[in-house]
């Protein structure tokens, strides 16, 4: 008896390997086979639709989803959305990703804050957001390895009891990334601290512990999302807001649209409607359903934007407890610091501009943690920005006043459904969920199930770090504006050959090598249509010098004036948008004389 049950017990052990072992090796065949499929690069000639023709598509035709908000999360949607195989409308009442999803810290991270609250009360569900966000980061540098990167942080240690309590969690962080680790965490000490950031606080400084998290362009990858959509077959725009939800029957079935630069109203029909508008997804949800309550408890993150020689050397410092219990990040970010961020409760604006409260607190924040704080002068602010972070309560759960750790996905009424929460780190797994509840809810018809880990990001395709020399040789540009292209579009760079008139480049700023042939290129293959797209958007010069944006506003407006063919009426109104736009960059605090 003992001997027939070894035998069973060996038999279905062997077979329980042999299953896993096929399943891998299936797994393994199927994504290499479907890493095949999609490195073909796309063709230079490839360009969106333009305005026009994308509005004429999505007033003719019936789509199987029509995705409200072309943030992170809505053009996630899109791209996974079309990539099985569903037909896609994707707008956005501004630009793509012009609210929260280009106010972030710019970090792709796991959660340190997460991982804290996980060891102190052993909460697995916390452990789970870490995993989570852990992989989907190695994901993000693997399909758009030109706008994002790994980069080394720098956490200070003062007590040298808390040292190994730093050095353990942190090696935890790693270990939760398995096999998507992008780098181990290490110790150094003191002397090699300040080696490093010469302008740390020295006092009671023990060393560092120096982890490893991810780094993006948050706007540029947004837009590449909405881009990459829109090169598999989704029709996208921007600048088209919704009006209302259309109904049949109680039933949702698409949305009054306005074409905000015409003023043209039209009709979108669609089997099924994703909301994905971030703060603002309470006045969507309720246009389908009056009677739901709100779910949304906004909260403002504010960062400012210092020269890069108050930060470390080449990496980023966290310091884990500011006065008011947050965590401070600088972030070295094309070739200035960032410092953030806020966390206070706020009301739904679209540009929220941030006060002078929230840049002091910030200012002297900083001042606490660094050497030579009177170095650090409210004229040295290059820029300031506000987002704000679409919190939410889950509206499934009893306690109605509880934040959500994750996402949510509610269904709002018939054929209407809200994705909201999460964070920029896993818009791909939050546009997964999304998409898969959409398949279900609308019983809609896929050709293959999601492939967005294996889809390259346009100008993702032959991207190495070798490109750059080969852009500058080839194209005969200055090596600043060849490190400029291929940072900005990657392969797709190569394009820019097209725009380059008797072999000469033509600057629009005296300080950044910034080019005419940029703007000409955005408006004609990036959906660039107001000077605010290109000087916050498709380059970030707001975000890290809002008085050289203002200065290149002129040079920006004279060029979009002759492709849009503006009148002088018009191009006065566009100016002063871009004015208004960088106000929310804090344009005011820093022209001001302090």
């Known amino acids: 008896m003992k001997k027939n049950t070894k035998y069973l017990v060996g038999s279905i052990l062997l077979g329980y390997a042999g299953y896993k072992t096929i399943k891998e090796g299936y797994h393994f065949y199927r994504n290499h086979e479907l890493e095949k499929k999609y490195k073909k690069k796309p063709s230079l000639s490839w360009a969106p639709l333009s305005r026009n023709e994308s509005i004429n598509r999505m007033k003719s035709k019936e789509f199987d989803l029509l995705i409200v908000g072309g943030g992170a999360s809505g053009s996630g949607c899109a791209l996974d959305a079309v990539t099985r195989g569903l037909s896609v409308a994707l707008v956005d009442a501004g630009d793509f990703g012009c609210e929260t999803s280009s106010k972030s810290t710019k970090l ?50 003062y007590n040298k009891i808390m040292v190994p309590y730093f050095w353990v969690g942190l090696k935890l962080y790693d270990w939760l990334s398995g096999t998507k680790s992008i780098g181990s965490s290490y110790f150094i000490g003191k002397s090699k601290t300040i080696e490093i950031f010469p302008r740390i606080k020295k006092d009671n400084l023990s060393g560092s512990v120096i982890y490893y998290d991810g780094q993006m362009d948050d706007s540029r990858l947004n837009l590449m999302l909405a881009l990459t959509s829109s090169y598999h077959g989704a029709v996208i725009s921007n600048y088209v807001e919704v009006k ?21 109203t039209f009709k979108i029909k669609s089997k099924g409607i994703i909301n994905t508008t ?35 050397k080449n990496m980023g410092f966290v310091f884990p407890q500011t006065s008011d219990g947050r965590i401070l990040f600088f972030i070295p970010w094309k070739n200035k610091l960032i410092a953030g961020t806020t966390d206070n409760k ?7 501009k941030p006060s002078n409260d929230e840049i002091n607190f910030l200012i002297d924040e900083t001042k606490h943690l660094i050497s ?25 759960k009893k306690n109605t006043e509880s ?28 546009a997964e969920d999304a998409i898969n509840k959409a398949i279900k809810t609308f019983k809609l018809n896929t050709k293959q199930p999601c492939v967005t880990k294996f889809i390259p990001l346009l100008g993702s395709h032959t ?26 579009y990657g392969d797709r760079a190569y394009k820019l050959r097209d725009y380059i008139k008797n072999d000469k480049i033509n600057k629009i700023s005296s300080i950044y090598d910034i080019t005419e042939e940029d703007v000409e290129y ?55 948008e871009a004015v208004e736009s960088l106000k929310s960059l804090g344009l005011e605090f820093c022209m001001k004389k302090h």
């Open 403 to 430: 934040l959500a750790r994750n996402h949510i996905i509610e269904v709002t009424s018939k054929r209407t459904i809200t994705l909201s929460g999460g964070k920029w780190t896993t818009y791909r797994r939050m």
């Open 522 to 576: 955005t408006i004609d293959n990036e959906m660039a249509i107001k000077i605010s797209d290109f000087i916050l958007r498709r380059y970030r010069i707001g975000f890290i010098d809002v008085k050289e944006a203002y200065y290149m506003i002129d040079k920006v407006s004279k060029i979009m004036k002759r492709k849009f063919c503006w009148s002088h009426k018009q191009e006065l109104v566009e100016r002063k």
């Open 278 to 312: 971030g703060p603002f997804t309470d006045s969507i949800r309720k246009d389908t359903n009056n009677e739901l309550r709100n779910i949304v408890v906004p909260s403002s993150g504010t960062h400012i934007v210092l020269p890069k020689e108050f930060g470390p």
């Open 463 to 488: 991207y190495n770090h070798e490109m750059l020399y080969r852009i500058q040789r080839d194209l005969k540009v200055p090596l600043k504006v060849a490190k400029n292209w291929v940072s900005n």
């Open 244 to 264: 209302n939800i259309l109904k049949e029957n109680d039933i949702s079935v698409g949305a009054t649209c306005t074409d905000k630069i015409t003023g043209e």
């Open 372 to 396: 030579y704080p009177d170095d650090l002068e409210k004229n040295t602010i290059l820029s300031a920005w506000k987002g704000i972070r679409p919190l939410v309560k889950d509206p499934s």
């Open 346 to 352: 706020c009301s739904v604006e679209s540009n929220p």
């Open 108 to 157: 792709l991270h796991g959660g340190i804050r997460y991982l804290e609250k996980a060891m102190k009360y052993f909460d697995l569900s916390q452990f789970k957001l870490v995993f989570e966000a852990l992989h989907e980061r190695k994901h993000i540098i693997n399909i758009a390895p030109y706008l994002a990167n790994k980069l080394p942080i720098m956490l200070p240690v």
